[in-house]
């Protein structure tokens, strides 16, 4: 089966982009969704995004239509998917030699 290229990364920047539009932090998401708080961080940061039952209880707590949330994903695409900036809230550590 052929994988689309950047479709992982589309779907891990509009799920966070649409979950922090709520608000939400990645633990309530997964929890309010179901899902595990691994499984959420994964698919944020594009490691995962294979899973279209995840998906739809996502958007479900996103309070938008599956059909939205993967016009989004769509939309990203189009754009040239980026991989997620994961070390946005993370202090930077400096590397002595």
Request: proline share 6%; hydrophobic share 35%.
């Given at each position: 089966m052929e994988k689309i290229l950047g479709l992982n990364w589309a779907i891990a920047n509009v799920?966070?982009?649409l979950r922090e539009s709520k608000?939400?932090?990645?633990?309530?998401l997964a929890g309010f969704a179901g899902l595990s708080?691994?499984?959420l961080s994964s698919l944020e940061r594009g490691i995962r995004g294979d899973s279209i039952n995840a998906l739809m209880l996502i958007s479900r707590v996103l309070e938008v239509s599956f059909g939205e949330l993967?016009?989004?994903v769509e939309a990203e695409l189009a754009l040239g998917a980026q991989k997620p900036d994961t070390n946005r809230n993370r202090s930077k550590q400096s590397?002595?030699?």
């Open positions: 799920v966070k982009r608000g939400l932090t990645q633990a309530q708080e691994i499984y993967m016009g989004q590397i002595n030699p």
